[in-house]
């Protein structure tokens, strides 16, 4: 098992910049590969960045891309995103999944958080 707790998420104006966490614990962290989805309100929920269990290789939805910095610290059991140039569209809870494989697929990960809210306002 692994259990994963996100904090970071908060409100913040358009333009401004966030940085989520998530802290993992339980199982070897070091051999997962990590990554964040974001639901919004009405909507499914979505991949935004993923990190292989070295770091070495990521991938981000076009959405984010070149706004979003995902990261990871295997020392600290931590996975970040740097979330930066924040719109109102990036509004939504923010989740932190664990799995086997790099993926995009959210079915691909076997752990999840419990999410933090993200609210960006114009």
């Known amino acids: 098992q692994v259990q994963l707790i996100e904090s970071g998420g908060g409100l913040v104006q358009t333009g401004g910049s966030l940085r989520l966490s998530c802290a993992a614990s339980?199982?070897?962290?070091?051999?997962?590969?990590m990554g964040w989805f974001r639901q919004a309100p009405g909507k499914e929920r979505e991949f935004v960045a993923a990190?292989?269990?070295?770091?070495?290789?990521?991938d981000y939805a076009d959405s984010v891309k070149g706004r979003f910095t995902i990261s990871r610290d295997n020392a600290r059991n931590t996975v970040y995103l740097q979330m930066n140039s924040l719109q109102p569209e990036d509004t939504a809870v923010y989740y932190c999944?664990?799995?086997?494989?790099?993926?995009?697929?959210?079915?691909?990960?076997?752990?999840w958080g419990q999410g933090t809210q993200v609210t960006v306002s114009s």
């Open positions: 999944a664990a799995g086997r494989v790099l993926s995009r697929r959210r079915y691909a990960y076997d752990y």
């Open positions: 339980g199982r070897a962290f070091s051999g997962y590969a």
């Open positions: 990190i292989s269990w070295s770091g070495g290789s990521t």
